[in-house]
């Protein structure tokens, strides 16, 4: 069983950066993708970025991309950190981050390809 808990939420003003920390552990996490989802009021679950499990492949969702970093410490297969750097933040960012872990393709972005998930963190981005 894979346990996920994730750090570093809070609330920024627009144009802020913000560094979201997930601490993986429990089992051997070779092969398991670690990644990001999130949540804002009203809406489903959307995928964020995810990291593959080894040679350091990224997926991230359009929204996304060019403003926030996905990296990964795998040094130990038991414990791996995932971090999600967050630059030039929108209001609309606004949401419940969760971490996810699943024995998937780092190019998966639906919610039922990651089977563990952690408990998410808030952050919010004022105008």
């Known amino acids: 069983q894979v346990q996920l808990v994730e750090s570093g939420g809070g609330l920024v003003q627009a144009g802020s950066s913000l560094t979201l920390s997930c601490a993986a552990s429990?089992?051997?996490?070779?092969?398991?993708?670690l990644g990001w989802f999130r949540q804002a009021p009203g809406r489903e679950r959307e995928f964020v970025a995810a990291?593959?499990?080894?040679?350091?492949?990224?997926?991230?969702?359009d929204s996304v991309k060019g403003r926030f970093t996905i990296s990964r410490d795998n040094r130990d297969n038991t414990r791996n950190t995932v971090t999600l750097q967050m630059a030039s933040l929108k209001p609309e960012d606004t949401a419940v981050y969760y971490c996810?872990?699943?024995?998937?393709?780092?190019?998966?972005?639906?919610?039922?390809?990651?089977?563990?998930w952690g408990q998410g963190t808030q952050v919010t981005v004022s105008s």
């Open positions: 996810v872990a699943g024995m998937t393709s780092v190019s998966t972005r639906s919610r039922f390809g990651y089977d563990h």
């Open positions: 429990g089992a051997s996490l070779n092969r398991y993708a």
């Open positions: 990291h593959s499990w080894s040679g350091g492949g990224t997926n991230y969702a």
